[in-house]
């Protein structure tokens, strides 16, 4: 799917780009799956602000994807469309019910296409079926990794995981992270790569458009005073991270905690799981 170049008609957009909607089917969400969104734009109950950059935006309505089809189904997609909430795009499909869901929308997906969940599902791009019946090499997304609480890894625009194999109950996943993780057998997958794969692509262009998204601006702590940030302050001029009244320190958040190559996450009651990290994929 190839991104779309603005002319530079303003400044703003020299150098924009843009997704090529020409996947999208249909302008209209199904009003039966939407839901209204509240924001809290990053305020607490008191009003204040206690996560930053984040405010205003476009209004959107949130779609209910179906990360839990139950087996046994068997579904048509009617239309591929955008979603505000999320970088892939989703599939509206109808089962033999005559219910409808929204999907994550696999790559190649197409309207008139049947999606089967099933232990005996065919080995096609968007059919749903527990790792231990999908094939070594395989590449798949919206994975589970409680059994029966529905996909919860894999489930943004172009990623896809790699099933390594199959022991002792577990199955071997290589995760986008390039983390090698265990999954109990029995958890489901979807075959295939998610859509909109250039999404990442995307040149915002100008700080408007990330406004637009409910983003807001964020200031440099180099650019602060000592007394606003760790990086602020400083006599002589300009200074790189680490300078002012904490120079030669690691860069730090403006509460003092490390950030850069500081390690935050807390996976201790997972740890047995995970057969190899991120950081030594990434050593390698």
Not at 130 to 141: A, E, R, V, W, Y
Not at 249 to 255: C, F, G, S
Request: net charge positive.
């Amino acid at each position: 799917m190839p991104i779309k170049q603005y002319n530079p008609t303003t400044p703003g957009k020299r150098g924009m780009t843009t997704q090529d909607f020409s996947e999208i089917t249909t302008k209209k969400p199904l009003r039966s799956l939407l839901v209204t969104k509240t924001r809290g734009n990053g305020r607490n109950n008191q009003g204040r602000i206690t996560v930053r950059h984040q405010g205003g935006g476009a209004k959107k309505f949130y779609r209910k994807i179906n990360f839990k089809l139950e087996p046994g189904t068997s579904a048509v997609i009617e239309q591929i469309e955008y979603d505000p909430n999320r970088s892939a795009r989703i599939a509206r499909i109808k089962d033999q019910n005559n219910r409808y869901h929204y999907i994550l929308a696999a790559q190649g997906m197409k309207q008139g296409q049947t999606i089967t969940v099933s232990q005996e599902a065919s080995i096609d791009n968007g059919n749903r079926l527990p790792l231990k019946n999908i094939p070594i090499g395989s590449t798949i997304h919206a994975i589970e990794l409680t059994l029966g609480k529905g996909s919860q890894l894999v489930r943004s625009a172009g990623n896809s995981a790699q099933l390594m194999g199959i022991d002792n109950g577990y199955a071997q996943v290589r995760l986008p992270s390039g983390e090698v993780r265990l999954i109990n057998e029995n958890c489901q997958a979807s075959l295939g790569v998610i859509g909109n794969e250039q999404h990442q692509n995307v040149k915002i262009g100008k700080a408007g458009r990330n406004r637009y998204k409910g983003k807001r601006p964020s200031v440099r702590g180099v650019v602060m005073n000592a007394v606003d940030h760790p990086h602020g302050g400083g006599d002589g001029g300009r200074h790189g991270v680490g300078g002012g009244k904490d120079h030669g320190a690691a860069p730090k958040t403006p509460w003092g905690q490390k950030t850069l190559g500081y390690k935050t996450r807390r996976r201790k009651s997972t740890n047995k799981y995970i057969v190899r990290s991120r950081h030594e994929s990434k050593r390698r």
